[in-house]
């Protein structure tokens, strides 16, 4: 291979990766308007409900603390410390829903015709290698040599990039789920420190209070006064239930946010906005493997 075909191969590459990335650009609209209506995410939710169900009070307790760590670690990653923000990277922002991998799934099968899950699809699946298959100047070019060949078969993994686009989908919902229960405890009781567990610890101390004034001997109005100086403990399955409870109504009042905000956020542009912005991170890795692992292929062909 001359200097001239190596040029040309790289440069037909690199066209086909920029025809590929504007295809799912071009894609966007209609995939914004296929998943993201009401009546589809309304559809998606009741597949999963119940196991989602479970999802949403872990995701809200550690949403918080995940943010905290994540602001911590800024500061000195600023300065050139490394590894925390390496350390942050691989906790996880919260425990998937279904819906959450259903929607990663079709963003990777349907807007970026990507394989998915590890299961080997269809090669019309794969958009980019089908556009380098089909181009008759690069393939027999690489056929020459494994080691090329291995690299242009051997594309980026796009899973870290399509999760950091879920979590950041995923946050927000959970953040509103922790900003309500934090709005509760500061409602019910005066103290926006309290969460799930605190809340239900504290109406299961009023309601406690409350029926055994209902039966003081001298009224209800007397037992109130009395039992504020020397309140009555709650059983173990009182403040149970009742910290069941809020985590109940948390968890319902965080489906519906999720169900309300894919579509709030398909009306108002910001879906559109948060798609092209993955196909340009997508992009990114693509021209990163060209440069590190396909270039120096080329390059050791045709000296």
């Not at 990663?104 to 269809?122: Q, S, Y």
Request: hydrophobic share 45%.
């Amino acid at each position: 291979m001359t200097d001239l075909q190596a040029a040309t191969a790289m440069a037909e590459i690199e066209d086909c990766i920029d025809r590929y990335i504007a295809g799912c650009h071009s894609r966007v609209d209609g995939f914004v308007a296929r998943h993201f209506s009401l009546q589809e995410t309304v559809a998606l939710q009741k597949q999963s409900l119940v196991s989602d169900l479970l999802c949403h009070p872990v995701n809200t307790l550690w949403a918080i603390p995940h943010l905290l760590l994540k602001k911590i670690v800024e500061v000195p990653e600023k300065l050139g410390w490394r590894a925390g923000a390496d350390l942050i990277a691989m906790l996880p922002s919260g425990k998937k829903t279904q819906y959450q991998k259903e929607i990663e799934r079709l963003i990777a099968t349907e807007l970026l015709e990507w394989p998915w899950g590890g299961k080997a699809l269809a090669p019309s699946s794969h958009g980019l290698t089908e556009m380098l298959k089909q181009n008759r100047s690069i393939v027999p070019l690489f056929a020459k040599s494994a080691t090329a060949e291995e690299a242009l078969k051997e594309l980026p993994d796009i899973t870290r990039v399509l999760e950091s686009h879920s979590s950041s989908r995923a946050l927000v919902c959970d953040m509103a789920a922790t900003v309500l229960t934090l709005v509760m405890g500061w409602i019910l009781f005066g103290d926006h420190s309290l969460g799930i567990a605190g809340i239900g610890d504290h109406l299961a101390r009023k309601a406690a209070r409350d029926r055994a004034a209902s039966h003081f001997v001298l009224g209800a109005s007397l037992g109130s006064a009395f039992y504020s100086v020397f309140p009555p403990k709650p059983s173990f399955w009182q403040v149970m239930w009742a910290t069941m409870s809020v985590g109940f109504f948390v968890t319902c009042m965080s489906l519906l946010a999720g169900m309300l905000s894919d579509p709030s956020l398909k009306r108002a542009g910001l879906q559109q906005v948060q798609l092209h912005r993955l196909i340009d991170a997508v992009e990114d890795q693509l021209h990163l493997h060209l440069r590190k692992r396909i270039k120096p292929a080329v390059k050791q062909i045709a000296a």
